[in-house]
């Protein structure tokens, strides 16, 4: 079964990282008051030789996350 969408757990280069988002187009969101959305995570994977920048869904954070401790402890 080749399930090249879905690699977890296999981080393969970079750390899980956060981001909040701020609209730049709409001046009424909360986030033009100073509260962001999010927060949204992403991480780096290697594909073919290139990096590329993957969203990490919320559910599977804390999957990511073991995953990059789990290889920082080898
Ligand atoms: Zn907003």
Excluded: T
């Excluded at 399930?3 to 988002?21: D, E, I």
């Excluded at 999010?38 to 590329?52: E, T």
């Amino acid at each position: 079964m080749n399930n090249a969408g879905h690699l977890l757990p296999n981080p393969a280069v970079g750390a899980l990282c956060m981001q909040w988002m701020r609209h730049s187009n709409k001046p009424g969101c909360k986030c033009a008051q100073g509260e962001l959305h999010g927060p949204y995570f992403y991480q780096f994977v290697r594909v073919g030789g290139r990096l590329h920048k993957r969203y990490v869904r919320q559910a599977d954070v804390p999957q990511v996350r073991a995953a990059y401790a789990e290889r920082r402890r080898l």
